[in-house]
């Protein structure tokens, strides 16, 4: 028998997360959410680790929901005391049908300026698609799907049975559809990759071309990860349903491993660059420009510095080269000046005051800057 959801209504004090630095895949630095707890359950979800699960029963994670009542105001509170940046928000759960808290704070992001970054796993999304157009026309908004497979994946009804509380793979595509033909940035974010589940060419290549005919302009990958308790309530969900599986996942993940060791990332995210430039599509999500930023250049030079990152990783190169980069553009991130009037203003001098920024790349970021003169746009997302 199918167990019943709780609901726990409470109070916090806060809402608003800021992340030390950007985050590279979705250039998010705050999130707020409505909810703890998911009612889509997926098995391998890693929200079920401790630190953001604060529950007796592993199993709770999917039923016993807490909602934040006072989250729109909360988060207008906390809006008001920040510059203005994506906000990674929304969770289109079902306890949403009934309280309305992704609505109400997608509300008040409208009301405050803010554009949202959205990942989502439902197609409930689009009853509010009316308020995200209208953050979009005025602060950018970008709508992302969860997707590790499509129809027809052999493995589907496995990996079904894993997701078996959400949506299938195929509504949030007809979803992705109604976004993008409502003039809405969207993609996918195949993650978590599962080993043996969804990294066959086979169903890189579908989820890539299911995308693409779906109107997505990107797609994102990344493995998954096991920690704690959610590493034990995953082994234990593969060795009750599929124990087939099992040697694949403890050779991957030994003991005290969070990210895989020794699958083959490389190989698979070099498959999906591959399949992506054969459909058009990066596999990076770009960037959204947020009209009237007025450091939309530097946050198009770490866009830049972030992709190489991944182009180094992918290369296999050494990781302080990988990390050159990544600090530097972190460093870009937090200037408060527009770049390009430190360069005006102090020449290579001023790129190398920049932390994390020595001569060979203020050398880069020169080039860079001359390149940008004559592009007539930003780029990124519009
Ligand atoms: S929809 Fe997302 S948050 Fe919810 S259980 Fe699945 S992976 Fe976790």
């Known amino acids: 028998m199918s167990r019943r959801s709780v609901f726990i209504p409470y109070r916090p004090k806060t809402i608003l997360n800021k992340s030390k630095h950007v985050d590279h895949w979705f250039w998010t630095r705050y999130s707020a959410y409505p909810y703890i707890g998911c009612q889509h359950g997926c098995e391998f979800c890693y929200c079920r680790e401790r630190k953001y699960a604060p529950y007796e029963a592993v199993d709770d994670f999917a039923y016993v929901i807490k909602v934040k009542e006072n989250a729109p105001d909360l988060l207008r509170r906390a809006l008001s005391r920040t510059p203005v940046e994506m906000v990674f928000t929304g969770d289109y759960q079902p306890a949403e049908r009934k ?11 409208l009301e405050m300026g803010f554009p949202v970054f959205i990942l989502e796993r439902s197609p409930l999304v689009l009853r509010d698609l009316d308020l995200i157009q209208e953050i979009h026309r005025r602060a950018r908004a970008v709508v992302a799907f969860s997707i590790v497979d499509t129809p027809e994946s052999p493995k589907s009804h496995q990996v079904r049975e894993i997701e078996r509380l959400s949506p299938p793979a195929s509504k949030r595509f007809e979803a992705m559809q109604v976004l993008a033909t409502a003039g809405i940035p969207t993609g996918t974010c195949m993650m978590p990759i599962l080993p043996g589940l969804c990294d066959s060419p086979e169903n890189l290549e579908a989820v890539v071309r299911w995308t693409a005919e779906h109107g997505g302009q990107f797609v994102l990958a990344s493995g998954l990860t096991l920690s704690d308790q959610q590493r034990e ?131 880069e970021i020169e080039t860079w800057l001359k390149a940008s003169e004559s592009r007539d746009r930003p780029g990124g997302l519009q």
């Open 99 to 109: 309280f309305k808290k992704s609505r109400q704070m997608l509300e008040v992001c």
């Open 233 to 363: 309530y995953f082994m234990d969900f593969l060795g009750d349903r599929f124990p087939a599986l099992l040697p694949l996942y403890r050779r991957f993940y030994p003991p005290g491993s969070y990210a895989p060791s020794g699958y083959p990332w490389r190989e698979v995210a070099l498959r999906i660059r591959e399949y992506c430039a054969g459909y058009g599509l990066p596999d990076r999500m770009p960037r959204a420009v947020i009209p009237g930023d007025k450091r939309t250049m530097n946050k198009r030079l770490v866009e830049t510095f972030a992709d190489t990152c991944y182009a180094l990783e992918l290369d296999d190169a050494p990781a302080y080269k990988v990390w050159a980069y990544r600090k530097a553009a972190w460093a870009i991130e937090d200037l408060e000046q527009d770049i390009r009037l430190v360069y005006q203003q102090l020449g290579r001098k001023g790129l190398q005051s920049i932390p994390n920024v020595g001569a060979d790349l203020a050398g």
